[in-house]
């Protein structure tokens, strides 16, 4: 399978960008998904996720309320919605991919794509 992200850049802060991560090689639907995110300086971590049915959705503390994850199995495309946007948002942004038997769709990520740079600035 591959994830090619798409949709990152230079935004001000308070401002939105949508982020997008097309899947090839099997269907999305196969797949939970998850968005990452790495800062300059600091350890990746799970920003958001969607289950591959798309029932259920985890999003990190620090951007509840502001990035929305989603699906469209249809296009083989998942999303990441970021409003209202922080400096601290600024990072490296990855699609990831889990196969649901290997677990929950917040367990350890299989596939990954080469990530987008998202810069928040004030």
């Known amino acids: 399978v591959q994830l090619v992200e798409s949709g990152g850049g230079l935004v001000q802060a308070g401002g939105s960008l949508r982020l997008s991560c097309a899947v090839s090689?099997?269907?999305?639907?196969?797949?939970?998904m998850g968005w990452f995110r790495q800062a300059p300086g600091k350890d990746r971590e799970l920003v958001s996720a969607?289950?591959?049915?798309?029932?259920?959705?985890y999003r990190a503390d620090s951007v509840k309320g502001r990035f929305t994850i989603s699906r469209d199995n249809a296009k083989n495309t998942v999303y990441l919605q970021m409003n209202s946007l922080k400096v601290e948002d600024t990072a490296v942004y990855y699609c990831?991919?889990?196969?649901?038997?290997?677990?929950?769709?917040?367990?350890?990520?299989?596939?990954w794509g080469q990530g987008t740079l998202v810069t928040v600035s004030s």
């Open positions: 969607i289950s591959n049915s798309g029932a259920t959705k």
């Open positions: 990831a991919a889990r196969e649901p038997l290997s677990g929950s769709y917040l367990g350890v990520y299989d596939y």
């Open positions: 090689g099997r269907t999305s639907s196969s797949y939970h």
